[in-house]
């Protein structure tokens, strides 16, 4: 998709005014929860149920948006550690000029909603400054409600937000348009790139102009990657054919670049924080650990060590977007993170350690019994990384290991960008497994 037009022709002809009592009025009667209040303009379902989630969480709309602000000594750890540092120049090819011209500014946050790059119009600049639209900002939705960043990230689709939709006072007079970044490899989101700006200067295609640069840098990343793996491929062809039995070179996050003697795996879950020498790894047992320049070489092991009796598997969701699942075992232990969809699962399986079907767990997660398909795949996908300790039919952990669930303080916490309902039933009752 081309950029808009910077200059007069991106300005809208909307009335400003006008749309603003519209969305004041909507706010009004969505937000003050007395009966008959009843707005002519109800608010979009995206708002309503982003209102909903936020206040359920006990976020307010006079949170100050300075609130928890990171330092710039985090800001740029983070910035080193992100992935998004990679598709900068996209982004800001994409954005930031013509954000200038149409008096808007680009924010860059990072999957926990922090936003580590501002820029743009120098008069919006200033204008958020005095509101806390800041570099460090958190933009989390259950932090600070309805915004063009968090709301984006909870329902992993682009999300327009015009001013009075907002939850937070502050962000009343800002009209946003965020996107979501994810992952190409996995889908796990990286990050979320917003552009915001006055209610008036808004144009109708602002969100799928958004949409689409993201979409363009999620198609850089998926180059760099396949770029990375040719090189590591180039590393591996003088050693792999050397090697008698069973071998893969892998990238750093264990991508997988060649294979001798076994078949080919997309991915391969490697240790937690892997190094040197034998090593337990999920899938594949024990294997002797080589680095190499941009990844590992992994030589399997002859030896049947799997992870045998006293399995323990703990499933850790108490930080948001921070899932993981470790097992330990005779043979060591590894930790593996968990995508929002995988999450769930585990969830539920830890709920339900009889076992469920393939129909049940569809019923859990889409309310669909009939949607087995979609939950055979992720569940094969699953069981790629956690091998003998998950079995199916019915699917379940295994009957000798033992299962823990750490869980947020909070139970609304529990998975909250979640509409499965298993989990939802869950959060609500408080259920440990």
Known sequence: MANPPAGRTWRTTVDAARTARMLSDARHSGLSGLPGQRARTPPRPVIEESW????????????????????????????GASPLRHVLPVLREGLVSVADAAHHIVLVADAEGRALWREGSPAVLRKADEVGIEVGTDWREDVIGTNGVGTPAVVRRP????AGEHLSHALAAFTCAGAPITDPRDGRLIGVVDVSGPLETMHPATLAWVDSVAKLAEARLRELHMTSLERLRAVAAPILPRIGGQALVVDRDGWTAAVTGMPYARRIALPKSPSEGRRWVPSLGLCSLEPLAGGWLIRVSDDPAPVTAAARIVLDLALPRHWSVTVSGSAGSWTHELSPRHAELLYLLALHRTGRSAADLAEDMFGDPGRTVTVRAELSRVRRYLGAVLEHRP????????????LPDDPRGLLPHSTAPGVARGRASAQVP
């Open 52 to 79: 909903e989630r936020a206040l359920r969480g006990g976020t307010r709309p006079d949170h100050d948006l300075r609130t928890g602000l990171l330092s710039l000594e985090e800001v740029e750890r983070r910035r």
């Open 395 to 406: 699917y379940r952990f295994r009957e000798d290991a033992e299962v823990e669930v750490v």
């Open 159 to 162: 999300v327009q937000v015009f």
